[in-house]
């Protein structure tokens, strides 16, 4: 069966149908978390800590308890001892102690919003007066809570007994903050910036910033009579709630269920759990089934934001080329390790070939909220930096600057940091589709008028998916499967089954099922979903018609492999004129008849991801008396792999472009010195809305990824990479000032341009 | 949130006895400050009365001396929906068409604005340079007070226990005069102002002179406030560029703001001159388009 090189005869890939989910969502009638009603339903809200660092002395819980309606009270006292173990969530890990520290605080708080208690009461408003009646003796401590300053050896210590992991397994002499340093480095770089003939040397910062998405966390669960649990929530990963929550709860895996409702938005914030163990708890202690939401600053102070950043370059050229980086990065963890400062390390060179490199990288963690994922974690920050010190260098030498990142360009075969060889990509392509586009064709004219280019890199996931394609009587299809769907993969899953099988799109159903009615699944995220659990769903297709070609054989008596399957059509020919045929829609209708149901399935761990480049390109126009800057015009190129289902890879591209420009211009978490932020709402976050962006352009590259049958690559994260610098290099050219500190807001650029700071 | 009672008199007397009976009160003129304070706890209150059921709050007229009424729980829509009002207060548009979004000056009132007393609310300014009076009721009588006295610092104003704001009373404005009020927001909606400039500008007869001016800030003090030595430095000047740049100074020195997570002391007091110097400019092609 030839799978691959179908790109120009596909019946179902690359059209646009509708999503099987829209007319539920459009119409208001999907269900979420916050829509569960259950009988005897309770209500928890958590307590969370006023104070940036503070050792908690002693919690007292009394009087909330006697409170008429108040149903259970739990603290970190009504957790098991958790293990000292590692778990994977996907794009990042989680540590046991320090996850279940973080979802009721134990001995300190260590930012402000860190949970310390929760309470379950017969309603919200009884639920927060209750919490009032929480008493928290805090010894207060001074918080730290800027990446360098944490660095600093007389900074305050989140943990006495935290040591450094240095190179080579070694570890610190003394107690700190930086959780861990790593490095990558080939050739010789000191040796390569000695001999350049451009060096350009330059320290970035960014904020931490959060991803925003609409719907905030929540959970509902249920400790049932039997010991098993139920917890019903929002996720980007049921199967890892299910074992976060068996980890930290010591409770069998077997005996969770868990339920993922419809996601209003993740980027990777939605990976770690927050509340499930909680309302669990709760449950078990009232009886009765708990519902815990998050209000809008719960999830800016509790949940799982990025890094804000440090990051050092030193880059030389020698003849055009780079020919030396050393680079140091310093990333924000939050409260507990786990920053993605290694992806950042890895990714920053990776659209280019640069043989001499040394990239340090340091783990570090302050008095903010733990770090979670957020699409293509590490990468855009040390992009702002790399790519904003490439436009300069192209500058230095009168270089256009995609034709200077084409001249340096990596290609299959080129080395990453890491030494692995790439595989095909698409980056050349990436910057020949702007060069070619007519944005960048067009010209940038009037004053305070710039224009800027960058490109990112993401590795993308593989993992494990497992789905399971029951064929019905009339021909339809049931597709199980377990991945949270949060950008259209229902329908990106669904098109490849039915162009694997060669039915139509509208006879495949798919549904995400809850963990005990389907195989394990990774989470969705690594923009791993339309091309893993789409692997699994080819592997089920193709199951399926072994198993029709294997009915048939038997039949006509003929030998299996010279029965083949084309387009939904099953067929054996003698070759002297002797034709037979059957159909799919045949073989699902009389299958009850000819050895019973037909269900294909697959289980996988993912090989063969396809990394993915993007170039993107954007006007801006600068006020000068206000400091304001608009964009005018943003056009992004991507490698695709093979785009599925065009509209949603666009929109995949738009809304990270447009999360990419907030953060270039708006975002940030305002802590005061205290370490309390002062814009946890969505009217002083500022995060784009429409009437702050242009229609945004994108040009879809494809160069199949050969490591799937449809050649998928992952598409949600890489376009959150390069628009971070993209609008820096554009400002730059607007204003003649070079902006090296995230945001670059109004404040930042009035002050800077009318020297007000 | 805490438990409250809602009530909704239909008359003044009624309102008046309901905030006679010891308890808590606050007012509702639309509910979009005071419902989102109440929720998250930073005020508090036994009772809340609607005031939209009073006649006398829902009501605007424009009245034969060429004034204007408008009722303190009158929605912001109404205004800007309003043909008449538009054309010929297009100053109170500007503001009565950024506070909030469509939905919310849908409810949303500039009595609700004025009694909010927010430093950065957009109804102030505006109505400082239209020179507009608050009628103030209660039990035993009405008083007036001008805008610019009616703040007494972020979220307090001079109303007292009892009092019900009643209207805003906008004087007839002087002949070839126009205002404009703007703020500057980071983004294009869905902000508060970083700082914001009202002005009234008029010309004398022969329209090469400034007759009189009037100039607000907001967000750049505790309370909104009228900065007299901007006016003072354009009155009797041609209306050129240079003169709206003096002005521009004057608003700038005048300027007491606060750095926060919206802006800082040195951006606001710059934004102040520029956002001066545009309204000024604005309102001079509000003239010039009226003739």
């Known amino acids: 069966m030839t799978t691959t090189d179908r790109s120009t005869n596909y019946r179902i890939i690359g059209t646009r149908p509708v999503r099987p989910d829209g007319v539920e969502k459009v119409t208001g009638k999907a269900q979420y978390g916050a829509d569960i009603r259950l009988p005897g339903l309770l209500h928890g809200r958590v307590l969370r800590s006023p104070h940036a660092h503070a050792r908690i002395v002693a919690i007292d819980t009394s009087e909330a308890e006697k409170m008429p309606g108040v149903l259970a009270v739990v603290t970190h006292r009504d957790f098991p001892a958790a293990r000292d173990v590692v778990q994977e969530i996907g794009e990042s890990s989680v540590n046991a102690l320090e996850l279940s520290d973080n979802v009721l605080a134990s001995r300190k708080a260590l930012y402000r919003g860190h949970a310390v208690a929760a309470v379950a009461a017969t309603s919200v408003h009884l639920a927060e007066e209750a919490l009032t009646k929480i008493r928290v003796e805090y010894q207060v401590l001074p918080p730290v809570l800027d990446v360098r300053d944490a660095m600093r050896e007389d900074a305050p210590l989140l943990s006495e007994t935290r040591f450094t992991k240095e190179l080579g397994g070694a570890r ?217 010190a490439l436009d300069e260098a192209a500058r230095a030498i009168g270089a256009d600057p995609l034709q200077f990142r084409l001249d340096n360009s990596a290609r299959e075969g080129s080395r990453m940091v890491t030494g692995a060889p790439l595989a095909k990509v698409g980056h050349e392509e990436c910057v020949q589709a702007i060069l070619d586009s007519p944005h960048y064709k067009s010209p940038i004219e009037g004053p305070y008028r710039g224009r800027g280019v960058a490109s990112g890199y993401w590795f993308n996931g593989g993992m494990q998916s497992s789905v399971v394609a029951a064929v019905n009587p009339d021909g339809t299809v049931n597709l199980i499967e377990g991945s949270t769907d949060i950008g259209g993969t229902r329908a990106s899953l669904a098109m490849q089954l039915a162009e694997t099988l060669g039915i139509r799109y509208e006879d495949i159903h798919a549904t995400v099922v809850d963990t005990d009615s389907v195989g394990h699944n990774d989470v969705t995220g690594g923009s791993r979903t339309t091309f893993a659990s789409g692997m699994a769903v080819y592997q089920a297709g193709m199951d399926i018609r072994q198993q029709m070609c294997e009915r048939a054989a038997r039949e006509w008596n003929v030998p299996v492999d010279k029965v083949e399957y084309e387009d939904g059509r099953i067929t054996w020919t003698d070759g002297e004129g002797t034709f037979k045929e059957t159909s799919f829609a045949e073989q699902a209708r009389t299958a009850a008849q000819k050895g019973g149901p037909i269900v294909g399935k697959a289980s996988l761990s993912a090989r063969g991801v396809g990394g993915a480049y993007s170039t993107h390109v954007v006007d801006v126009e600068v006020d000068p008396d206000t400091g304001k800057v608009t964009i005018l015009r943003y056009t992004a190129a991507q490698d695709v792999g093979t785009a599925i289902h065009p509209s949603y890879v666009e929109g995949q591209i738009q809304g990270a472009v447009a999360q990419g420009v907030g953060w270039a211009l708006n975002e940030e978490y305002y802590f005061d010195d205290e370490g309390r932020m002062l814009n946890s709402s969505f009217l002083d976050y500022r995060m784009p809305t429409s009437l702050d962006l242009p229609m945004i352009d994108t040009i879809l590259v494809e160069v199949p990824n050969p490591g799937h049958p449809y050649g998928v690559r992952g598409v949600g994260e890489v376009p959150i990479v390069p628009p971070l610098a993209a609008v820096a290099n554009a400002i730059a050219d607007a204003t003649g000032r070079r902006f090296t500190e995230l945001p670059i807001s109004p404040r930042r650029v009035v002050e800077e341009l009318h020297g007000l700071a | 949130m805490e438990a409250f009672e809602y009530l909704a008199p239909s008359s003044l007397a009624e309102a ?212 007299a030595a901007a006016a003072e430095a354009v009155t009797g000047q041609a209306p050129t560029s240079e003169t709206f740049a003096k002005a521009g100074e004057a608003a700038a020195a005048a300027a007491q703001p606060i750095t926060d997570m919206r802006g800082s002391m040195a951006q606001r007091k710059h934004l102040a001159s520029v956002l001066t110097v545009r309204a000024f400019e604005r309102a001079l092609q509000r003239i010039r388009e009226a003739r």
């Open chain 1, 172 to 388: 610190s002499e003394k107690p700190s903050n930086i959780a861990s340093h790593l490095r990558f480095q080939g050739g010789n770089p000191d040796a390569a910036l000695e001999e350049a003939d451009v060096v350009i040397e330059r320290e970035y910062r960014t904020k931490m910033v959060h991803q925003g998405y609409i719907e905030p966390h929540n959970s509902t669960a249920t400790w049932n009579a039997d010991g098993t649990i139920t917890i019903w929530t929002s996720t980007q990963g049921a199967f890892s709630v299910r074992a976060q929550v068996a980890e930290i709860l010591r409770h069998p895996i077997s005996s969770i269920r868990v339920i993922p409702m419809e996601i209003g938005g993740g980027f990777g914030g939605k990976l770690p759990i927050y509340l499930d163990p909680v309302a669990a708890l709760l449950s078990k202690k009232s009886g009765r089934p708990v519902k815990v939401l998050m209000n809008r600053t719960d999830v800016f102070e509790g949940s799982g934001p990025t890094s804000g950043t440090w990051v050092k370059v030193k880059l030389g050229l020698k003849d055009g080329k780079i020919s030396g980086v050393k680079a140091e990065l310093a990333y924000e963890a939050g409260a507990y390790p786990g920053s993605p400062v290694g992806a950042g390390s890895m990714t920053m060179l990776a659209p280019y070939v640069i043989d001499n490199f040394q990239i340090d990288g340091y783990d570090v963690v302050l008095n903010k909220p733990k770090v979670a994922a957020y699409r293509a974690p590490g990468s855009p920050a040390a992009a702002f930096a790399f790519e904003q």
């Open chain 2, 16 to 227: 008046f006895t309901a905030l006679g009976n010891g308890k808590r009160s606050m007012m509702l003129a639309g509910g979009t400050d005071v419902i989102v304070q109440l929720r998250e706890n930073r005020r508090h209150c036994d009772q809340l009365i609607d005031l939209k059921h009073i006649p006398e709050l829902m009501s605007v007229d424009i009245r034969s001396d060429g004034g204007l009424d408008i009722g303190a729980a009158v929605p912001l829509a109404d205004l800007y929906n309003n043909r008449e009002i538009a054309r010929r207060w297009p100053g109170l548009v500007d503001s009565a068409s950024i506070i909030g979004g469509t939905a919310i000056q849908s409810r949303a009132s500039f009595g609700g604005n004025l009694c909010n007393a927010s430093p950065a609310a957009d109804s102030s300014p505006s109505l400082m340079v239209h020179d507009a009076r608050l009628v103030v009721a209660s039990a035993s009588g009405t008083r007036e007070v001008p805008v610019e006295a009616f703040f007494a610092g972020p979220g307090r104003s001079v109303l007292q226990p009892g009092e019900i704001l009643l209207r805003i009373s906008i004087p007839p404005q002087p002949a070839r005069s126009a205002v404009f009020y703007h703020r500057f927001i980071p983004r294009n909606e869905m902000d508060i102002a970083v700082a914001s400039a009202g002005v009234r500008l008029a010309l004398d007869e022969s329209g090469e002179r400034i007759a009189s001016a009037r100039v607000a800030l907001g967000a750049v003090g505790p309370t909104p406030m009228m900065v």
